[in-house]
T-cell receptor, first 112, second 113 residues
């Protein structure tokens, strides 16, 4: 069945450091891929998405590229800020239905 | 902007009580979902609904039921709350046109004593 595996945290970085959070997936069809972010005390917000191979999703300085050959969708940011401290979830959804599969989440803390 | 609201941010109940968690979306979305979120387990789907009065079991439906009497409202019911149902509960919705994208509410942190 479909599944998502993302790197375990917690991750602690200094402000302006580079961020990579790894995400790989297993899917039977041609899924859409997502990164969601959850700030402390809040629900999940859609950060970015990509719907087909080689698509790049981007938002708020974050990027992720849909790599079919490596079944990956790694989240990257060149220079993190304290306000980026949150939990990040990788997810996939098959086009044919509404079923979503989430990773377990990666907690990021950015220190000044 | 899509808005998904949940009736309570924090809730404390006693074992055996009947608990209602309400979710409302204002974007006329056809599809609505209930998840629970636990540390180290990520999000797990409890129930979802494609239409009014329609429901489908997710991965962990045991101990829960749902109700969708109106398109904009999706309720999660714990018939007899137990301590292992202490969790963060998240509601989400999506449209048929953009079925692969879900929009989430702020969550309800439920504690069962």
């Amino acid at each position: 069945g479909d599944s998502v595996t993302q790197m375990e945290g917690p991750v602690t970085l200094s402000e302006e450091a580079c961020l990579t959070i790894n995400c790989t997936y297993t899917a039977t069809g041609y899924p859409s891929l997502f990164w969601y972010v959850q700030y402390p005390g809040e629900g999940l917000q859609l950060l970015l998405k990509a719907t087909k191979a080689d698509d790049k999703g981007s938002n708020k300085g974050f990027e992720a590229t849909y790599r079919k050959e490596t079944t990956s969708f790694h989240l990257e940011k060149g220079s993190v800020q304290v306000s980026d401290s949150a939990v990040y979830f990788c997810a996939l959804s098959e086009r044919t239905g509404n079923q979503f599969y989430f990773g377990t989440g990666t907690s990021l803390t950015v220190i000044p | 902007d899509v808005k998904v609201t949940q009736s309570s941010r924090y809730l404390v109940k006693r074992t055996g009580e009947k608990v209602f968690l309400e979710c409302v979306q204002d974007m006329d979305h056809e599809n609505m979902f209930w998840y629970r979120q636990d540390p180290g387990l990520g999000l797990r789907l409890i129930y979802f609904s494609y239409d009014v009065k329609m429901k489908e079991k997710g991965d962990i439906p045991e101990g829960y039921s749902v109700s969708r009497e109106k398109k904009e409202r999706f309720s999660l019911i714990l018939e007899s709350a137990s301590t292992n149902q202490t969790s963060m509960y998240l509601c989400a919705s999506s449209s048929d046109e953009e079925a692969d994208t879900q929009y989430f509410g702020p969550g309800t942190r439920l504690t069962v004593l």
